[in-house]
């Protein structure tokens, strides 16, 4: 079993932030497997130059172009679109059990849809973070707000249902919490509340 921790759930869940905390917490490495898709996204090539695209490249967008620039709705969209090709998908997943390895057995936390399903099935604690869709549409409008996007509610809500649809529905890797993951509902939790629930859990399976 693998020291890995994969956190999956669907957009707007705060899987990111809580990600993020929880890595700094444990002394682990951490990898936003969202912000690699979002990358190729970015670079808007056809499917065969994305597939002939380097590692590096794809980890120099996301190193040297802002995440305001990312985390863009639309960004977001295109990315859904890209991880139903069988091919970026399997480009992907290796990407990120090669960047687990180089880590060299030192603890490591990822979120995405597929983490805990095919890229690290045997990972040491899989959390699935969630959130009713109405909640995870209003934090995610005020990120994109904060990030300068003139966006409405019902457009964000919208966008998250459709992502949310591409994400479970897509033939390959779909995002699906079954029995081997710990289910965090974090709609009427606070941020503090929701860490704490997945420090625990993870805890447990460190002993
Ligand atoms: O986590 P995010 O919203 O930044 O991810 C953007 C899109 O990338 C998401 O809608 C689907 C895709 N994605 C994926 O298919 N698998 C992952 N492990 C991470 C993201």
């Given at each position: ?72 709705a ?24 090669d ?16 983490i ?21 549409a ?10 300068g ?59």
């Amino acid at each position: 079993m693998k020291r890995v921790i994969a956190i999956d759930g669907p957009a707007g869940s705060g899987k990111g932030t809580l990600a993020r905390k929880l890595a700094s917490h444990f002394g682990f490495m951490y990898l936003d497997t969202g912000k690699l898709y979002r990358a190729v996204a970015y670079l808007n090539k056809s499917i065969n130059e994305t597939l002939n695209l380097a590692a590096r490249e794809i980890f120099d967008v996301i190193t040297n172009i802002p995440d305001s620039d990312l985390r863009t709705a639309e960004i977001g969209q295109r990315a859904s679109e890209i991880a139903k090709n069988t091919e970026i998908r399997s480009k992907m997943t290796k990407i990120q059990r090669d960047f687990a390895e180089l880590q060299n057995g030192h603890g490591f936390v990822l979120d995405g849809r597929d983490i805990g399903t095919v890229v690290f099935p045997d990972a040491m604690c899989k959390l699935f973070i969630t959130a009713d869709l109405k909640i995870r549409a209003e934090r995610r409008l005020q990120d994109l707000r904060k990030n300068g996007e003139k966006i409405t509610y019902d457009e964000v809500l919208n966008q998250l249902a459709n992502r949310d649809y591409q994400d479970t529905h897509r033939e390959i890797a779909p995002l699906r919490c079954d029995e081997t993951y710990t289910l965090i509902d974090t709609t009427s939790k606070t941020e503090e509340e929701s860490f704490q629930e997945c420090v625990t859990e993870i805890s447990k399976k460190m002993l």
